[in-house]
Each structure stands twice: as structure tokens, then as C-alpha cells.
């Protein structure tokens, strides 16, 4: 059965550091996301990218924050310059259609210090 | 705003008990639901979901849910619980009006006592 992958499992960074998360969807989806889930909190909604551009975002995907499909299989979510807050488990999702099951990935856990 | 509510943070059940995790959203509209699980560690699993039509939907790992309008409610159940349910549980809502990003409750903890 297909899935969505992500890498790398972990990352710890330093405190204004880039990093650069990666996923890749399942290959006949067309709407991709990430999500994030600070420890011992909900799962929130960060952004969806649908036709090569951000067709929604959150309050929390500030400028900080970006989004690319630099091929025709990744999907990667990049923070400019890390801060403690930043510190969480980021999900990446994709469905076939609009408002159809998304299926997650296993989740990138990110270490800022 | 759409919300969704899960109001007890940990449940503890013996094994071979019944099990019921609530759920409750706020959304003008026909919902679409969701349940997900998460074991420690892993990814977000779907269990089952809820778009249209008949209120009591099956999922996997002898689960099922039923949707009720009146209560806003998106009940999950299981008739006999295993050690391995041990998880976090996740009902999630799309936000609507077309929008693409699922709002989650904060989740229930289910603990198996043996």
C-alpha cells in the first residue's frame, strides 16, 4: 500500500539555523500539507499546496516559513531561521482531491536548541 | 471558528472492556470526520471517517464511530478492547467552505490496564 514518507526521522539544529523538512506524497495525490504537533499538543494545520502554489495557510506559517515541490515527487517545508518554539513533530500529508482523507507521514521530530 | 472537543485527556479501560472516546465539533455545516490514532512514536493513522450518508461507520482494527447531528457528536467505540489500542486518539473536522486543513481535537490518551 502506498505512503507518504518523510526524512530525516529526527533533526536537532541550532537556534537560527535553517532547516529544510522533506516528504514525499503518495505519487497519485494532488494536495499536500504539513501539519505540526508541539509535545503534549494538538496536531495544527500549517499550510496546503495544491497546482505548484499555497492554496491555504495558518496563522503559524508566517515568513518564517516556506513551501516547494521542487520535483515531481518531494514536498519540503523549510524554516528560514529556527527558534525554540519551533521545537515539534511536523507532519506531512497528501489526498487525491480536496477535503478527501489525508494520509500522513510518520513525521519529522525537530530539535531546536 | 470550527473546534473540536475532546473532553477527557486520558481514559483507562481493562482489557477485553468496551471502550468510548468522545468527540464533539462545532461546524455549521455537514461535517466531514475523522478519527486517527498515534501510537507513541509513530505517524497518524486513520481509523475511520464520516462524509456522508450512513451514521455508524466502520473502520479498521474493529472500530466504529457513529454520527450524531443533534449532539454534534462523532463518537468513537470499540466492543472489546486489546493491549495493543494503548494510543493517542485524534477526531479531526475538515475546517469547511472548501478549505483544506483538518482541525483536531487536543486527543484522548487510552491507557489498557491488564
Known amino acids: 500500500e502506498p505512503e507518504v514518507t518523510q526524512t530525516p526521522s529526527h533533526q536537532v539544529t541550532q537556534m537560527g539555523q535553517e532547516v529544510i523538512l522533506r516528504c514525499v506524497p503518495i505519487s497519485n495525490h494532488l494536495y499536500f500539507y504539513w501539519y505540526r504537533q508541539i509535545l503534549g499538543q494538538k496536531v495544527e494545520f500549517l499550510v496546503s499546496f495544491y497546482n505548484n502554489e499555497i492554496s491555504e495557510k495558518s496563522e503559524i506559517f508566517d515568513d518564517q516559513f516556506s513551501v516547494e515541490r521542487p520535483d515531481g515527487s518531494n514536498f519540503t517545508l523549510k524554516i528560514r531561521s529556527t527558534k525554540l518554539e519551533d521545537s515539534a513533530m511536523y507532519f506531512c500529508a497528501s489526498t487525491p482531491g480536496s477535503q478527501e482523507t489525508q494520509y500522513f507521514g510518520p513525521g519529522t521530530r525537530l530539535l531546536v536548541l | 471558528a470550527q473546534s473540536v472537543t475532546q473532553p477527557d485527556i486520558h481514559i483507562t479501560v481493562s482489557e477485553g472492556a468496551s471502550l468510548e472516546l468522545r468527540c464533539n465539533y462545532s461546524?455549521?455545516?455537514?461535517?466531514?470526520l475523522f478519527w486517527y490514532v498515534q501510537s507513541p512514536g509513530q505517524g497518524l493513522q486513520l481509523l475511520l471517517k464520516y462524509f456522508s450518508g450512513d451514521t455508524l461507520v466502520q473502520g479498521i482494527k474493529g472500530f466504529e464511530a457513529e454520527f450524531k447531528r443533534s449532539q454534534s457528536s462523532f463518537n468513537l467505540r470499540k466492543p472489546s478492547v486489546h493491549w495493543s489500542d494503548a494510543a493517542e486518539y485524534f477526531c479531526?473536522?475538515?475546517?469547511?467552505?472548501?478549505?483544506?486543513?483538518?482541525?483536531f481535537g487536543k486527543g484522548t490518551h487510552l491507557i489498557i490496564q491488564p
Open positions: 479531526a473536522v475538515y475546517s469547511g467552505g472548501g478549505a483544506d486543513g483538518l482541525t
Open positions: 461546524y455549521g455545516a455537514t461535517p466531514y
